[in-house]
């Protein structure tokens, strides 16, 4: 099974690809026959992607030497893709962890999709997705990845947008595809220089060379250019500042849809995609300032957010930016250990939250404000205890899955402040404090959903077994995935590491106040929100700064700023330019056409066929050259015919 | 070997069947369209067997109707030589993929059908014959027979709000006859300075590239046949005709000339002018570039301001066609590969739009945007295929316009730097405007107004399955066209290189 998994890698993301067409051409018209298709081939890639972890991981061969296989996709003088399979132990936790995450999302699914007029199209697309995102892991090439990062975006698109209804959804599907893809192509641009640059898009061929950069003729300078040219993809697909605009609106999708692509898989891809072009950025260490400091920005701003929002998901979708700075800072801080090991914890536990808000929207019917909840604990025990777990997951309590990771990249930040880099400080500071926040934000939406008095929901139960069920599993991920990564037995770094394996001491003071942040949270948030049964000091904080609280709310303005950028310059700028064409252009070529017709006009009298005016003009010419050659009249009449 | 006149089969067919069926009663509307979808049938089936079984390793031209060059007048040296490489080849197979569905596409047309597949058969010959004829003389003949069925079709078919039909009509053809005028001299002085040169009469493509023009008369001709070319092209400025043009012109029309009519441009601009004339090609190639890169950048603007979906497909057209002019600019393999390649996408993918805005305005009667929204929830084919085509108006890798955008991108970024990110920064405009005219026609709230709206059924769905299944295949396999195409131009660009090299610089 091992050894058929290794060589048969790329049937993990072709099963999905078969259940999308089975689905679209087949059974699309039988809801559950769809869902089990779906399911089925699933499972298989989950199957066979477990296998293939299991002989990744067993064998320390693969570290060091990934297993690669490639075939001519396209070729010409110049210019040669060679499709592929790349498998090392990255990928191999990736195809793992995303195939068992899209399992689970989609078994959720036949639970809250229930009823939907489009359901076996959701899990068509579902299928598509998983495909494009095992393609986009797998995938040996520069190129061939980039194909699959925008297929993942198409299917984010589609899904966002998937209650087309709804004015809200589509808009914030479009605005997704778009902010992306401002992101591509900076990322385009960075993948051109480096097919121009080195003549080849291989990622192994590519890690190879880069490093001898200098001998190629290519400058710093220029390498710089290309590393943060290519940045700007993982910074939109990851929803970095500032083109995180699109996750929040994001959250019009159907729940799965933000549980799987919006939270555990495609937008971790930006943070993948750097950790698999790492060789890049630490060949320019100005690249990998700019990788840390955006990461550990939007750390602490997308936390700054996320305290005063009220709809639930918007709530976890500025955790998720959140999450996904730390991922950068790792990354930045060139560590790609601890920035993988906290993707894989996060997709667990922020899978589990919003599949858990997921069934509380479901039971409370949509209403998504988080003040008109409270209590729910009590109806919806299954929902509400495993929400906690991911809570405690996420703010950092061990011996939870969140709480290794973070620590993790506490300790690796702090070594590199240790080792001359100033600003590492700065980002250090900026990680505790967002440690602090995301423990305060979560427990603030656990005490007002979940705890306190309940609130008029008469009719709310707890959600089925199709979608409970995955919340357990997701549960116990999120409890004990962690330990595979502890100070003591780091079997996550001696598999999964970019240069030397990382083999620190047990940092017991940094935990001690990775616990200490993550418990002031808390507190602070049960005194705030759990025991003032009626939130008078909450309230009053806002009302006391009202300015702090709405610069938070309106997420600082970036997004009107950004409308009004489009609205007021690039429209502006496209109407007029499209003046431009159909007066000026257009008005040069109607003129000429008008000159010609014109000019027809006034010499069609040339043409009147009376005799008449023949006469007359003729005399008239005659006056004409008499007056105008001078001549004297006796010639003159001379060449009149003769008369005397 | 190979003596069956295959292709001139293929530029038959269609006129058979519009004989057939102008001597077909008017009442049998039936069997007069399933005649036309006959005809358009064999061409298209001939196009693919002739395209697969075409011998890539060996390349040069293929498939000599009746083994060899028939002469036909031989003063001037025009031979009916029809035969095929891998630059025709694409371009032969897009227009009988087009003329296939167009049939399809005017199958619900009630306005004197008869008259309408009568031209459209006409058309389809006439562009097919471009792409396939190896004289000079014998192309420029096709391309004049364009003009006469589209004229009439724009005036009879037609329809418009911005302009009056007849006036779209008129600007179309003012457009191809002043380009085929620029044409004409060009050649005359081409012909006439080939004879003084080598002594002989011959106006086949090959003969011609053989010659050794000057280099300050080489210049003055490709500046000649890149204003005629180009205005087909729809290069900036001489692009006004396009949106207009399409706008006013029967879906059909708009199909057949936006997918394959104006590619007679860019054929012609690397099968002659670059082809016969390296060192013009070379001295105008970075105002070309120019010209593409603002015309890239200026169309999509005015996409943007758009609200007649027709409008909006049209100024994407012109900007599309300005990455093929980019990369033709390059004057390299790739960028030529690309800019040949991106012809072929564009055409499927355009004239898959045009026979969906076509279905849209069939059934609502508008294609003003504001007046349009939720179709989805009525036509979900019809809004698939719409936004098939977008994703591939705006380069979704995995469809087939991806690639040729991305070696354009590539050939032109290391030829002309900085000047080639404008043009790449284009596909956010794109994704802009197509994703704001999908979201804005398709989707939100159903409108009540358009309910009992009619899905895509029957014949209507040919076009979609046909283009549609070219796209996915043509992303997902580009080696099927790359690899014909480099087969015709790695070797011109070996021969141009080659000229390049002991022409001067």
Known sequence: MIEFALNYAWLVPLLPVLSFLTIVFLTRPWARLSSAVAIGAMLGSFLLASSLAWGVFTNPAFIEEPLHYSLRWLGMEGFTVNAGILIDPASAMMLFMVSLVALLVQIYSTGYMKGDPHYSLFFAYLSLFAASMLGLVISSNLLQMFIFWELVGLCSYLLIGFYTYKVSAREAAKKAFITTRIGDFGMLLGILFLQIQFNTLDLLELAAVIPNFAQLGVSLGLLTLIAILFFLGPVAKSGQFPLHVWLPDAMEGPTPVSALIHAATMVVAGVYLVGRMLFLFVEVPGSLTVVAFIGAFTALFAATIAVTQREIKRILAYSTVSQLGYMMLALGVGSLSASLFHLWTHAFFKALMFLAAGSVLHALHNKADVWEMGGLIRKMPITGWTFVVGGLAIAGIPPFAGFWSKDEILLVTWEYARHGHALGYLFFAFAALTAFLTAFYIWRLIFLVFFGPEKANDHVHESPLSMTLPLLVLAVLSGVAGLIGTPWTNLWSTWIHFGDAHSGEPAYLLMLLSVVLALAGIGLAFILYCKDQDKQAARSLAKKYPALYNLSYRKYYIDEAYTWFTRKIVDGGAKVIYLFDIYLVDGVVNGLAALTKGSGQGLKYLQTGKLQTYALIFFLAVLVLTVAFNLDSANALAHLGGVK | ?505
């Open chain 2, 1 to 505: 070997m190979m003596t069956f006149p295959f292709l001139t089969t293929a530029l038959l067919a269609p006129v058979i069947a519009a004989l057939i069926i102008v001597f077909l009663p008017k009442e049998k509307v039936k069997f007069y369209k399933t005649t036309a979808a006959i005809g358009t049938g064999i061409s298209l089936f001939i196009s693919l067997y002739v395209y697969f079984g075409y011998d890539q390793a060996t390349g040069g031209l293929q498939w000599v109707d009746f083994g060899r060059p028939i002469p036909w007048i031989a003063d001037l040296g025009v031979t009916w030589h029809m035969a095929v490489d891998g630059l025709s080849l694409p371009l032969l197979l897009l227009t009988n993929l087009i003329g296939f569905t167009a049939v399809f596409a005017s199958w619900n047309v009630s306005k004197r059908p008869k008259e309408l597949m009568i031209l459209l058969l006409l058309l389809i010959t006439g562009v097919m014959g471009t792409f396939v004829a190896q004289n000079l003389f014998i192309f420029l003949l096709f391309y004049e027979v364009v003009v006469i069925p589209i004229y009439i079709m724009v005036v009879i078919w037609g329809s418009s709000k911005r302009v009056t039909k007849e006036y779209a009509a008129m600007k179309l053809t003012i457009y191809l006859l002043i380009g085929s005028a620029f044409l004409l001299v060009g050649v005359i002085a081409l012909f006439v300075k080939s004879v003084a040169l080598s002594g002989t009469a011959d106006m086949s493509f090959e003969a011609l590239a053989q010659i050794d023009f000057p280099e300050q008369f080489q210049i003055y001709i490709f500046a000649l046949l890149l204003v005629g070319f180009g205005s087909l092209l729809s290069m900036w400025p001489f692009h006004s005709w396009s949106p207009d043009g399409y706008a006013g012109a029967p879906t059909a029309v708009s199909m057949i000339h936006a997918g394959v009519l104006k590619k007679i441009g860019g054929y012609g601009l690397i099968r002659f002018a670059i082809y016969v004339l390296p060192l013009g090609a070379n001295f105008w190639a970075p105002y070309i570039a120019v010209l593409g890169v603002i015309g890239v950048a200026y169309a999509a603007m005015s996409a943007l301001a758009q609200k007649d979906l027709k409008y909006l497909v049209g100024y994407s057209s012109v900007s599309h066609m300005g990455y093929v002019l980019l990369g033709l600019a390059s004057l390299g393999v790739i960028g030529v590969n690309g800019a040949v390649a991106a012809m072929f996408a564009h055409g499927v993918m355009a004239s898959l739009f045009f026979a969906m805005i076509g279905f849209i305005y069939e059934r609502t009667h508008t294609r003003y945007i504001p007046d349009l929204g939720g179709l989805s929830h009525y036509a979900p084919r019809l809004a698939a295929g719409f936004m098939l085509a977008g994703m591939a108006s705006l380069g979704l890798p995995g469809l087939v316009t991806f690639i040729p955008e991305f070696t354009i991108f590539l050939a032109s970024f290391e030829v002309f730097g900085w000047l080639a990110v404008v043009a790449i920064a284009g596909i956010i405009i794109t994704a802009l405007y197509i994703l704001r005219a999908g979201a804005n026609t398709l989707f939100g709230p159903a409108n009540p107004q358009f309910k009992g709206l009619q899905d895509l059924k029957g014949p209507e769905m040919v076009p979609l399955v046909v283009l549609g299944s070219v796209l996915v295949i043509g992303g997902i396999m580009p080696s099927l066209l790359f690899d014909m195409i480099d087969s015709a131009t790695a070797p011109i660009m070996t021969q141009i290189n080659a000229a390049l090299q002991i022409g001067g610089r």
